[in-house]
């Protein structure tokens, strides 16, 4: 249930399912579990999950269905639209939104719906997410803007490849905050540039959208936002739905990607007619539990603060970076520069000289419970860049990874804070990684068992 000032960021750690769990270390001793992996995957609230109990008691099939359950069942899942849409500012009289099961399919979907052709240009960055780079290679000509030394992204050099392309770009698809390193990249300047030159704008707001504000609608005439993507399992409602929002006009042209039931007016054994937008892109039984979990999560930010959060998080990362900097042989994959790193989430990532970037993650799992990421975290051109890697090296670490030899595959470590992290686990994380540093030997010896790599 969803009362008024219940949830604040100065107790919303009492509202995480799961949050005291004890774990297996590898002295046999168990030790409360540290998320550090936020980044990937969030917990989720309580809140979500009695909503998510509560509501199970009437779930039923929606939009066809006359009997009561179903009624209710529809009438849930259709304001969770509406409270998705005043989340993001969007205008709900131009733009559909449409549920999916993640990020992934939110933009492959929008791959498939914009009817590119292999003359049409999808400019992207560097630093995206493979979910954002892929699904453009066998449908466009993918141009890929450059970026700075410290990884952040080199905007004059998108305004050039606007410029040079004039006419053929069709989308500038960028991510809102990079998983890899937390920068932010400034969408609605990058919309305005977009829109100058004759594109439209997706961002993948994946990982921004639980730590920022955002504005689709924008402030000014041309910098709003045409196409989002996002997913719940980001936002403490790990119930399997991603969102898409996009005008209404692009999804009521041409077939939707997948058919079947759900998304026809009518079919005979010669003719097809497809529901309106956004009908028309959910095909099958959707998931209407991952919806109502979505908007209960909704509530919950709005109701704890979106600038709370953002100012709680940025000062467990500047304990983080002060801390760091008492550990011995530290690389750290995060810029110096002061408006960067005010801007950015909470995400670091590193490498510790003499540990090969898995067996560290393991490490701090066994040592520590401390759950972290690591190796490339699908965006490994972004991390090649990051490393310094050079055309030859890569093509090197890619024949190793395909003939299984993995213990000398570069990678990073990446820890991510969530709203409910606090400053007693960045302590706990700093004492595990100093020991780890200060016993690496026997701590070599004693887990020389540990063989596997995760690499993505």
């Known amino acids: 249930m969803f009362f008024k000032n219940k949830h604040s960021i100065n107790n919303i750690r009492n509202h995480i399912v799961g949050v005291d769990t004890k774990v297996p270390l590898g002295n046999g001793k168990k ?3 540290i998320n550090f992996d936020n980044a990937a995957s969030t917990p989720s609230l309580s809140p979500v ?4 109990n509560e509501f199970l008691e009437v779930y039923s099939s929606i939009h066809r269905g006359t009997g ?3 009624l209710l069942s529809t009438d849930a899942y259709e304001e969770s639209r509406e409270i998705v849409a005043d989340f993001v500012n969007c205008d709900k009289s131009k733009n559909t939104i449409i549920f999916t099961k993640n990020t992934t399919e939110s933009i492959n979907k929008l791959s498939y719906r914009l009817n590119l052709s292999p003359n049409d240009i999808v400019i992207i960055t560097e630093m995206e997410h493979h979910s954002n780079d892929l699904p453009w290679r066998n449908k466009a000509n993918v141009v890929t803007v450059d970026l700075l030394d410290d990884g952040t992204l080199n905007l004059d050099d998108l305004e050039l490849k606007l410029k040079a392309y004039r006419g053929r770009v069709k989308l500038v698809s960028v991510t809102g905050c990079s998983n890899v390193t ?3 990249n400034d969408i609605h300047y990058i919309s305005s540039l977009a829109h100058k030159y004759g594109a439209e704008i997706l961002v993948d707001a994946a990982q921004l959208i639980p730590h920022r504000k955002i504005n689709m609608s924008g402030s000014k005439s041309d910098d709003f936002i045409d196409y989002l993507a996002f997913s719940s399992h980001k936002m403490y409602a790990p119930f399997g739905t991603g969102v898409l929002i996009g005008p209404k006009s692009t999804f009521e042209k041409g077939d939707p990607e997948y058919v079947g039931g759900g998304n026809v007016l009518a079919v005979s054994r010669n003719s097809v007619y497809w529901s309106d937008p956004p009908e028309k892109d959910e095909a099958g039984t959707p998931n209407v539990i991952g919806a109502v979990a979505l908007a209960e999560s909704i509530k919950i930010l709005k109701e704890v603060g979106l600038n709370n959060i953002k100012n709680h998080e940025k000062e467990l990362l500047n304990h983080m970076f002060k801390s760091l900097e ?3 042989g530290l690389d750290l994959y995060s810029s110096k520069n002061k ?5 950015m989430v909470a995400v670091i990532p590193f490498n510790l000289k003499g540990f090969h970037h898995s067996f560290l993650a393991n490490l701090l799992s066994s040592e520590g419970g401390i759950g972290v990421r690591n190796g490339c975290f699908c965006a490994h051109p972004y991390v090649h860049s990051l490393l310094k890697l050079t055309p ?3 093509s090197e670490l890619q024949r190793d990874i395909l003939f299984g ?7 990073l470590v990446r820890v991510s804070f969530g709203m409910y992290n606090t400053k007693k686990e960045v302590n706990s994380f700093i004492k595990t990684l100093k020991h780890i540093t200060e016993n690496k030997k026997e701590l070599e010896r004693e887990y020389k068992h540990l063989k596997e790599f995760q690499l993505v």
């Open 31 to 33: 030790s409360i579990y």
């Open 49 to 52: 999950l009695d909503k998510v």
């Open 68 to 70: 009561y359950k179903s």
């Open 182 to 184: 937390g920068y932010i």
């Open 326 to 328: 008492s550990i011995n």
């Open 339 to 343: 408006k960067v790193r005010d801007s």
């Open 392 to 394: 030859s090296q890569i």
């Open 405 to 411: 030899r993995l213990h000398k595959v570069p990678g």
